[in-house]
């Protein structure tokens, strides 16, 4: 069973905070976190993300971005990367972390889940929805 799961992207502060949140909403009792590849260290997470997460009623309060690295990867049994790159970036820093990398849209036929990064809202929207039906999917499979 994984007990602790850790949500990658790239800057840390649009899409993996919301995996992060939506996760520990389902999963409380577990440990999870999140991080960057080439994280926007001690960021708060991006306006942007804060307000269509309160929209749906989840909170980014005291968010702060954290840089991804082989020390960290290493304290989870599970680590969740948006893009197909991060996986690549992620066995490059840490090989060793290969086999318990998977895509954060891997049941939603392995989809990479985009950037929003300085989009329109209605981005941050779409993504916030791909992360959660995401996150639903994971929900399943980690609970069964």
């Known amino acids: 069973m994984f007990n602790s799961i850790l949500v990658v992207c790239t800057g840390n502060i649009c899409r993996s905070p919301i995996g992060e949140r939506l996760l520990k909403e389902a999963f409380p009792d577990k440990k999870i976190d999140s991080a960057g590849t080439g994280a926007l260290v001690e960021y708060p997470a991006d306006q942007s993300s804060i307000k269509v997460a309160s929209k749906h009623g989840l909170s980014l309060d005291g968010h702060v971005g954290k840089q991804f690295t082989s020390a960290l990867g290493r304290q989870y049994d599970l680590i969740l990367a948006m893009e197909q790159s991060h996986i690549e970036q992620i066995g490059r820093i840490a090989p060793e972390l290969r086999g318990k990398t998977m895509l954060f849209g891997r049941w939603l036929e392995n989809r990479d889940i985009p950037d929003p990064y300085r989009k329109s809202d209605e981005a941050f ?17 980690l609970s069964g």
Do not use: P
């Not at 779409?126 to 929900?139: G, H």
């Open 125 to 141: 929207e779409s993504v916030y929805q791909l992360i959660d039906q995401a996150c639903q999917r994971w929900v399943d499979k």
